[in-house]
């Protein structure tokens, strides 16, 4: 296990959102978590990137506490995208990639030849090779948000974790991103736990689906089996059915709603 | 997205050889534009002196009166601005960028009400006399107010306080202070006549002592300035993901809270409520810095210094045989000049 939830209890102030979840992330493996608005996905991904503490439990990083670490050596192995980032006004994508390399650098030596090539691979790995001196305020939605996933990059961390990288895309967007996602796990080999919204597009991209309720995991394995009308059920209230994808042969969801029922 | 040509030259970030050697040239430029007004603020006065007098005065003094007003008065009101200016300057660009506000000035932590209700108190309560002294207590008063300030941001709080705790409450504290220092001022004339001046904001008549008092705050407040730049701009990308980043939020926050105090505590104290100097020039050197806080906050620091002393001389200038104060001149010259600004461009978003 690459990074590991032990029985967390996970809230903001006093109320308490993630109770007693135990929950496993393997090397190597592009992981998505679902379920319903409020269910704790959100706050679980960020208790697994250290940025918010857990008033139980614990979570473990290649087998050791993630806050007994220092934040820096964290960063250098774990890189994490919250949900819709902003960046101060007039900073180039090269420049916000280039930030990714913090963790690297130290006060006296702010740029190296190894941030200089792990920013040109990042930018060329998103496509955005091209674009390095345009602010980002001027980008489209789908540009921008790989620029962001590039800073992660850049960050040079086998592991990523990216809270719903996809809000706010149209749905060619949405697969441009999931799609370089793929690569990053085909090509560079990383780890991912993202949050999702889509569930199809969550069948189709994940190698393993954990699937939330209420602050618990429901349900933990490859798409197909846990992606059925039964769990939707219990997980979404939704009546639905459940086909094959024509294209990937995953688990294709058609909700059925009141009017055709 | 095809990748295949792509590794071949990456472009640098911060840019390009161009971009870096641009900012260097701007920064080049800054320092030859403080170094005319640094001229013309020894050699311009209410006296007039000759430039042979004043080369005279700065290279072999021999004690005439030119020497003396040159040496005792003008070199160092010419010090005192270059040291409040940059510092202010640094400390607005810091203040702005810890709360992401382009609106925050350097007096937002509670320093500028802090040093005047010190400084009255010292007068009304200690009997105190003579600028020097009331500096020391500005100085205690500025640096107390933010230290108070810090310390109600943070009730509640968990891992340091927010921009907007720490905004509310230097907002609370400073219309405390204001309202206690009103009621001293109109009970005790000497305190009252000290604290107009004081707050209209001057460089005039502070000897070379009190540019010694304050240098060891404002070059301690630099250096934490510098060391805060890179984690500032990790922290420009939010917290989360300065926290991604590896970034300590509460240690970055609370060294730039001990920069912004110690900055503009030192400033405020020796020259009066100058505060709007700290709001105005990094919108000036933010279009030329981009949004890079390693460069922003030296360049907010030679404007802000070139910016009072420019309005210094000036002041000297229009008024003569008197002088307007600093003060004065910046929020005359600077409010039309910084609307103008704002209204031009777009408003920034940090």
Known sequence: MRLQAVDVRLGYGDRVIVDGLDLGIEAGTVTTIIGPNGCGKSTLLRALGRLLRPSGGEVLLDGKRIDKMPTKEVAKVLGVLPQAPTA?????????????????????????????????????MTGLHDLGERPLDELSGGQRQRAWISMALAQGTDLLLLDEPTTFLDLAHQVEVLELVRRLHGELGRTVVMVLHDLNLAARYADRLVAMRDGRVIAAGPPAEVLTESLLAEVFDLDAKVIEDPVAGTPLVVPIGTRHS | MSTTTAVAR?????????????????????????????VLSIAIGAKPVPLADVWHGLASPSGTENDIIVRSLRVPRTAIGVMAGI????????????????????????????????????????????????????????????????????????????????ALAGTAVSSFLYALTSALVLMDEQAMDVFRFWQAGSIAARGADTAWQVLPFIAAGLVLALVNAPALNALSLGEDVARALGQNVTLTRTVGVAAVTLLSGASVAACGALSFLGLMVPHLARPLSGPDHRWLLPYSGLMGACALLLADVAGRVVARPGELEVGVVLALAGAPFFVALVRRRKPVRL
């Open chain 2, 10 to 38: 990456p472009p640098s970030p911060g840019g390009t050889r161009t971009v870096r050697g641009r900012r260097l040239l701007v920064l080049a430029a800054l320092f030859g534009i403080l170094a005319v007004a640094a």
């Open chain 1, 88 to 124: 101060p006004e007039g900073l180039t994508v090269a420049d916000l990639v280039a930030r990714g390399r913090h963790p690297h650098q130290t006060w006296y030596r702010q740029w190296s030849s190894d941030d200089e090539s792990a920013v040109g691979e990042a930018l060329a």
């Open chain 2, 87 to 166: 510092a202010l300057g640094v400390a607005g660009a810091l203040m702005q960028g810890h709360t992401r506000n382009p609106l925050a000035d350097p007096g937002l932590l509670g320093v500028t009400q802090g040093a005047a209700f010190a400084m009255v108190l010292s007068i009304i309560a200690f009997g105190v006399t003579g600028l020097h002294a009331y500096i020391w207590f500005g100085l205690a008063g500025a640096l107390t107010a933010s230290v108070g300030v810090f310390a109600l941001g943070m009730v509640g709080g968990r891992g340091g306080p927010t921009p907007v705790a720490l």
